[in-house]
C-alpha cells in the first residue's frame, strides 16, 4: 500500500516527468504527495576560483545566487502544485540545499514515504545545475521503494496513469 | 564539545613541518650529503636547503603550537579562531604539497626531461612549463577531483585568496618608477583595446546566437576583463538566473584553465621573451588567478615575467567597474521602464574597485621612497644599482682598453652614449643610474660579442641585492605557490560541467579569438624588453 509519496523535481524534462508518475500514483492510491526541490550543494564552491574582492562581495555575490536559486525553486514548485491542484491531488513541497541523492534518502527517512520518485537524466539542453543522482546508490540505501520516471522519445503518449507508469518502473524495491 | 574540533591533524601537520626541517638541519650539518641532503644533492636543490630548513622551522613550531591550542581549547567561537586557528592545518597541508613540488616533484621532472630530450628532440620540462606552479596547480586539482577537501582542510583552502593577493601586494615592491611608467602605458593602450573589443564582440556574438540577455551580459564581462571575478561583479547587475551563471561560470572557468595550459608552451615555441609573454598573458588569458600562473609557469626563477603580466591584470581590473556600468547601462536598455535609471555610478566604481590593488600601489609607494633597500642602493631598470666608488666593482683593465680602443674608432655617433663610455673609462666603473642605461646603449654601436659582454658586465658589476628585497621575493613566491595550490583545489570537475549550451559556443569563439589576436599583437609588434 503506497500511502506517502515523495517526488524530486527540479522543472526540467525528467523531473516533470517524474512529476506525472507521483500525481498519476497519488491519485490512484489516493497517497500524500510531497514535492522535494533540492539545490544543488555545488552552488557553493562555483565561484571557488575568484579572489579579486573581498569576502564580504562575495557573500553579496552568493546571497544574490541564493535568491535567484530559491526563486527557481518556488517558480518550479508552484508550477507542479498548480498541475496537482487540477488533477485534484494535494501536495506540500519543501526546498532543501544539498546533494541531490542524499538530501532525498535523508527527506524520504524524516517523512517516512513509501515511494520515491525521481526523473531520468535527459539529453539535451538543461535549466538546472547539472549533476546526475547517483541512481545506484540512492536505490541501495532507500528506506522504500525507488521509481524513476523515464522521458519517452517525441512523439509517444507521456501521459500515464499509474498502471502505465509502474509498468515502466525502473527502481527495484527495497526493505 | 564537536569530535571534528578535537583533532589532532593541526599537531601532526605542524610536527611533520617541524620534523621534517630539523632532520634536514641535523643532515646538512654532517660533513658527507645523507638521506636527504643527499637527495637535494641529486635534485640539484642544494642551494635551497637554508630556506627549506627555516621555512619548515618556523611554520612548523607555528603550527604545532596552534595544534596544541586546538586540542586543549577545541571550541571555536571567536573571529581570531576561525581566521587564526581553524585554517592551518588546511594551511599546512597546502605547504606541505608546495614543498613536495617545488623540492621534490620540479627537480624530477627537470631530470626527466633532460633524459627523455634525445629520444623526444626537446625538453618537455621546459617545453610544457612543468614546474613547481603548473605541478601545484594540477597537484591540486587531481586532489579536489580524486579525494575532495576533507572538513579540516576546508577553512585552510580558502585562504589561498588572502595567499594570492599578498604575493600581488608584495609584488607591487618590486617595480622601479621606469617600469611602472612603460608598462602602465603600454598596458592601459592593450588591456582598453581589447576590454572593451572583446566586451562589444560578446554583445553582438550573444545577440547572433539569440541568447538571453542575462548570459550575454555575464558573459561579456567575464570574457571581456576578469574571468569568474567579473561574472560574479556582473551578474546581479544584469539580474542574471541560476542557469546563466552556472553555464557561464564552467565555461570561463574551463577556458580559463586551457589557456593556463597552452599559452605557456606557445610563447616558448615561438621564442617569446618576458615582455611579449607577461602582455599576451595580462590581456588574453581569461581568469586573472591564471594570469600570475601563466606567468610563474613561462618563468619560474626571475619574476620578470609576473611583473609584466600584473601590471596588465592589474590594468584590467581596473577596468572592471567601468564595464560594469556599461552593461548596467545596456541591460537597462531592454527592460522595463522602471527599471531604468536606477545605476548609481559612484555605488558601482567603490563596489567594484578591488581593494588589494591599493594594497600594490602603496606597496610600490613605500618602496620607491627606499625603506626596504639600504641606504645608497636604488631601483633602477629590473636591477637594484649601489653607485659607491668600490675597487670591487672596477671594470677588468682588459675591457677597458676595448672600450678604450672602441671609442677612438668613433663608431658611437651619439654623444651622450659617447659620454658616458668616456667617463666609465675614466672611472674604471658606473657611477649612476642613467650612466648604466648609457653603456648598455652602447652595445647598439657594436656587433663585437666581446664588447657587448664587458659593457654588460661594467653593468652587472654595480647592480646589488639587497637583503630584505631578496627575502621578500622569496616569500612572494611561496606565497604565489600557495595561492595557486589552493585556487588549484577549487577547479572542480563539477564546476567545469556546468559549460554548455550557447554559453560555450559564444565563450570559445570570444576566448579564441581574443587569445589569437592578443598572441600576434604581443608577438608582433611588442619589442625590446623591460
Same mark, same amino acid.
Given at each position: ?15 516533470? +516527468? ?83 541523492? +542524499? ?6 527517512? +524524516? ?15 538543461? +535549466? ?48 | ?18 620534523? #621534517? ?60 579562531? /576561525? ?15 608546495? #614543498?613536495?613540488?617545488? #623540492? ?9 626531461? /633532460? ?66 611608467? #612603460? ?20 554583445? &553582438? ?26 561574472? @560574479? ?36 615555441? @615561438? ?52 564595464? @560594469?556600468?556599461?552593461?548596467?547601462? &545596456? ?200
Amino acid at each position: 500500500m503506497i500511502r506517502t509519496i515523495l517526488v524530486a523535481t527540479h522543472g526540467s524534462k525528467g523531473a516533470v +516527468e517524474a512529476e506525472r508518475c507521483a500525481l498519476d500514483l497519488a491519485a490512484t492510491h489516493d497517497a500524500e504527495l510531497h514535492a522535494l526541490y533540492v539545490i544543488h550543494k555545488g552552488w557553493g564552491s562555483l565561484v571557488g576560483i575568484e579572489w579579486l574582492h573581498s569576502s564580504e562581495k562575495r557573500m553579496d555575490f552568493y546571497r544574490y545566487a541564493e535568491a535567484e536559486l530559491y526563486k527557481m525553486a518556488d517558480a518550479a514548485l508552484g508550477k507542479f502544485v498548480q498541475r496537482a491542484a487540477a488533477c485534484g491531488v494535494k501536495v506540500t513541497t519543501s526546498v532543501r540545499v544539498g546533494d541531490p541523492g +542524499e538530501v532525498i534518502l535523508s527527506e524520504a527517512r +524524516e517523512r517516512g514515504s513509501d515511494l520515491i520518485v525521481i526523473g531520468d537524466a535527459c539529453k539535451g539542453r538543461s +535549466e538546472e545545475y547539472k549533476a546526475k543522482i547517483n541512481v545506484g546508490k540512492l536505490l541501495r540505501s532507500a528506506p522504500c521503494s525507488v521509481l524513476q520516471a523515464k522521458v519517452l522519445a517525441r512523439g509517444k503518449d507521456t501521459a500515464l496513469t499509474g498502471e502505465a507508469c509502474a509498468s515502466r518502473l525502473q527502481g527495484i524495491a527495497q526493505g | 564539545m564537536n569530535e571534528e574540533r578535537k583533532s589532532p591533524v593541526t599537531l601532526i601537520i605542524g610536527l611533520i613541518l617541524l620534523a #621534517y626541517a630539523l632532520i634536514l638541519r641535523s643532515q646538512n650539518e654532517s660533513l658527507t650529503p645523507t638521506g636527504l641532503v643527499a637527495v637535494a644533492e641529486y635534485l640539484k636543490t642544494g642551494k635551497t636547503i637554508g630556506t627549506q630548513i627555516s621555512v619548515g622551522l618556523w611554520s612548523g613550531i607555528i603550527i604545532s603550537l596552534v595544534g596544541i591550542w586546538n586540542l586543549a581549547v577545541p571550541a571555536m567561537t571567536s573571529k581570531f579562531d /576561525k581566521l587564526v586557528r581553524a585554517p592551518m592545518a588546511g594551511i599546512g597541508m597546502i605547504m606541505i604539497l608546495a #614543498y613536495v613540488t617545488r #623540492y621534490y616533484m620540479e627537480p624530477i621532472f627537470k631530470i626527466w626531461g /633532460k633524459q627523455a630530450q634525445p629520444m623526444l628532440g626537446f625538453d618537455m620540462a621546459s617545453v610544457f612549463g612543468l614546474n613547481y606552479i603548473l605541478l601545484g596547480i594540477l597537484l591540486g586539482i587531481v586532489w579536489v577531483n580524486t579525494i575532495g577537501i576533507p572538513g579540516w582542510m576546508q577553512a585552510g583552502v580558502k585562504t589561498a585568496r588572502l595567499a594570492m593577493k599578498v604575493g600581488v601586494i608584495t609584488l607591487g615592491a618590486m617595480y622601479s618608477i621606469t617600469e611602472l611608467k #612603460y608598462l602602465g602605458g603600454l598596458s592601459i593602450v592593450m588591456v582598453a583595446t581589447f576590454v572593451m573589443g572583446t566586451s562589444l564582440f560578446v554583445l &553582438w556574438l550573444g545577440k547572433l546566437a539569440q541568447a538571453e540577455r542575462p548570459l550575454i551580459g555575464v558573459l561579456s564581462a567575464g570574457l571581456g576583463v576578469c574571468g569568474v571575478s567579473a561574472a @560574479v561583479a556582473a551578474a546581479p547587475v544584469v539580474k542574471a538566473r541560476g542557469v546563466d551563471m552556472a553555464y557561464s561560470i564552467g565555461m570561463l572557468l574551463l577556458v580559463g584553465v586551457v589557456g593556463l595550459f597552452v599559452f605557456p608552451p606557445v610563447a616558448k615555441m @615561438v621564442g617569446m621573451n618576458e615582455l611579449q609573454f607577461g602582455a599576451w598573458a595580462g590581456t588574453g588569458i581569461l581568469n586573472s588567478a591564471q594570469v600570475a600562473a601563466a606567468a610563474l609557469i613561462f618563468d619560474p626563477n626571475t619574476i620578470e615575467t609576473l611583473k609584466v603580466a600584473e601590471i596588465f591584470n592589474i590594468t584590467r581590473i581596473l577596468f572592471l567597474p567601468f564595464i @560594469v556600468i556599461v552593461l548596467a547601462v &545596456w541591460f537597462a536598455k531592454g527592460e522595463e521602464e522602471a527599471e531604468k535609471g536606477k545605476v548609481s555610478i559612484g555605488k558601482v566604481l567603490i563596489d567594484k574597485f578591488p581593494l588589494f590593488v591599493l594594497g600594490f600601489l602603496i606597496m610600490f609607494a613605500f618602496s620607491s621612497t627606499g625603506i626596504f633597500t639600504p641606504k645608497g642602493m636604488e631601483l633602477h631598470g629590473k636591477h637594484f644599482y649601489k653607485f659607491k666608488i668600490d675597487e670591487k666593482k672596477e671594470v677588468r683593465t682588459r675591457d677597458l682598453k676595448k672600450i678604450s680602443a672602441f671609442l677612438e674608432t668613433g663608431a658611437v655617433t651619439d654623444p651622450k652614449v659617447k659620454a658616458a663610455l668616456g667617463k666609465l673609462v675614466a672611472d674604471r666603473q658606473i657611477t649612476s643610474a642613467e650612466q648604466t642605461d648609457l653603456v648598455l646603449k652602447a652595445q647598439d654601436f657594436t656587433k663585437e660579442k666581446d664588447l657587448k659582454a664587458a659593457f654588460k658586465e661594467a653593468d652587472k658589476l654595480v647592480q646589488a641585492k639587497p637583503a630584505t628585497m631578496e627575502m621578500m621575493r622569496e616569500y612572494m613566491m611561496w606565497f604565489f605557490a600557495f595561492g595557486l595550490i589552493g585556487l588549484g583545489m577549487q577547479i572542480t570537475w563539477q564546476t567545469l560541467r556546468q559549460a554548455g549550451g550557447k554559453a560555450a559556443m559564444i565563450g570559445v569563439v570570444a576566448g579564441i579569438t581574443k587569445a589569437t589576436l592578443s598572441f600576434f599583437v604581443c608577438w608582433l609588434l611588442i619589442k625590446g624588453s623591460i
